[in-house]
Each structure stands twice: as structure tokens, then as C-alpha cells.
T-cell receptor, first 110, second 114 residues
Framework: GDSVTQMEGPVTLSEEAFLTINCTYT??????LFWYVQYPGEGLQLLLK?????DKGSNKGFEATYRKETTSFHLEKGSVQVSDSAVYFC?????????FGSGTKLNVKP | IAGITQAPTSQILAAGRRMTLRCTQD?????MYWYRQDLGLGLRLIHY???????GKGEVPDGYSVSRANTDDFPLTLASAVPPQTSVYFC?????????????FGEGSRLTVL
């Protein structure tokens, strides 16, 4: 079935470090791919998305490229900030359904 | 700007009791969803509705029911709550554009079943 697998956390980085959170997917069709972010005590917010192969989604310094050949959508940021501390969810959308990974908690220390 | 409103924010419930979590959206979105969030398991889809008058089962529908009488409201009912249903429940909606629509989430309802 359709599913998403992302790296387990927590991930702890120092401010200005490079971030990668891996995400791979399995899908029966041609999904859209998303990264959502959840700050403490809040619901999820869309961070970025890509709707077809080779598309790059970007927002707030975060980027992810839809790689069909490797079924991946890894999240990257060149220089993280303390304010980026949150839980990040990779997700796929297919036929009006959305499937989420288990979430990766990011802690950024000053 | 309201977006999606969930109620209650938090509830403690005795096992065997009936509970309805309310969800209302003011964005005129066609599709609505209920997810539960559990540590280490991420978000799992309970039920969804592509448009008013229709509903469908997600990954973990057992023990839950939904209705979609109109566009704005999508209540989730636990007919007889059990402790494994202790979780944080999120309602979400989208325009219903198939794969590409962004999901908008409510703030969540934390339910504890004792």
C-alpha cells in the first residue's frame, strides 16, 4: 500500500549546522509529496510541497526535491536556527488521501 | 481568520462512555479528514470525506464513526471509548483537488480514556 518512511529522531544540531531529514515513499500511483512542520502544542502546517518528479519545493530556507528514481523527498536546510526546533512530517497525497511518516523531532541548540 | 475549529481542546473520559469530537471549517473545503497522532506512529487516518454526504474509512477506522451532513462540519464519534483510543486527534481539510491540495489542520483535541 501507500506509505511514507522517514528517519527516526530526535535530531540534535547546533545553530547554523546543515540539516538533512530523509524520507522515502511507496505509492501505487503518482503522488504529490509534502513536508509539514508541527511546533509544540500546535497543529501541522505545510512547509513545502512538490507535485511531480524533479520538482523542488522550498520555503523558509528549507528545500526538498521529488526524486522518482529513488522514491525519495529528503528535507534539507543549509543553516538551521533555534526557531526551527519542531517535529517534521513527510507526507504523500494520492487520490484525495494523505499518508504521513512517523515524524522527526529536531532540536536546535544555540 | 478561523480556519478549522476543533472542540473540545482536551477531555478525560471514562471507558465505555460515548464521545463526539467536533470539527468545523469555514473555508468551504470539499474534503475533510480525521487523524490520530500517537508517539512514534505519526498521524494515522481514521476517516475521511471527499464531499458533503460521503465518507470513507482510513487506516484505523475501528471504534470510530463520522458523518458529513454539510460542507462545514465533520464530527468524529467514539461510541464506546476504550483506553487505546487515548490520543491526540486532528481534524483537517483541503480543497479536494486530488493529490495536490494542501491540508489545513485544526489545533487538535487531546483525549484521555481511563
Amino acid at each position: 500500500g501507500d506509505s511514507v518512511t522517514q528517519m527516526e529522531g530526535p535530531v540534535t544540531l547546533s545553530e547554523e549546522a546543515f540539516l538533512t531529514i530523509n524520507c522515502t515513499y511507496t505509492a501505487t500511483g503518482y503522488p504529490s509529496l509534502f513536508w509539514y512542520v508541527q511546533y509544540p502544542g500546535e497543529g501541522l502546517q505545510l512547509l513545502l510541497k512538490a507535485t511531480k518528479a524533479d520538482d523542488k519545493g522550498s520555503n523558509k530556507g528549507f528545500e526538498a526535491t521529488y526524486r522518482k528514481e529513488t522514491t525519495s523527498f529528503h528535507l534539507e536546510k543549509g543553516s538551521v536556527q533555534v526557531s526551527d526546533s519542531a517535529v517534521y512530517f513527510c507526507a504523500l497525497g494520492l487520490a484525495n488521501k494523505f499518508y504521513f511518516g512517523s515524524g522527526t523531532k529536531l532540536n536546535v541548540k544555540p | 481568520i478561523a480556519g478549522i475549529t476543533q472542540a473540545p481542546t482536551s477531555q478525560i473520559l471514562a471507558a465505555g462512555r460515548r464521545m463526539t469530537l467536533r470539527c468545523t471549517q469555514d473555508m468551504r473545503h470539499n474534503a475533510m479528514y480525521w487523524y490520530r497522532q500517537d508517539l512514534g506512529l505519526g498521524l494515522r487516518l481514521i476517516h475521511y470525506s471527499n464531499t458533503a454526504g460521503t465518507t470513507g474509512k482510513g487506516e484505523v477506522p475501528d471504534g470510530y464513526s463520522v458523518s458529513r451532513a454539510n460542507t462545514d462540519d465533520f464530527p468524529l464519534t467514539l461510541a464506546s471509548a476504550v483506553p487505546p483510543q487515548t490520543s491526540v486527534y486532528f481534524c483537517a481539510s483541503s480543497y479536494g483537488q486530488g493529490n495536490t491540495g494542501e491540508l489545513f489542520f485544526g489545533e487538535g483535541s487531546r483525549l484521555t480514556v481511563l
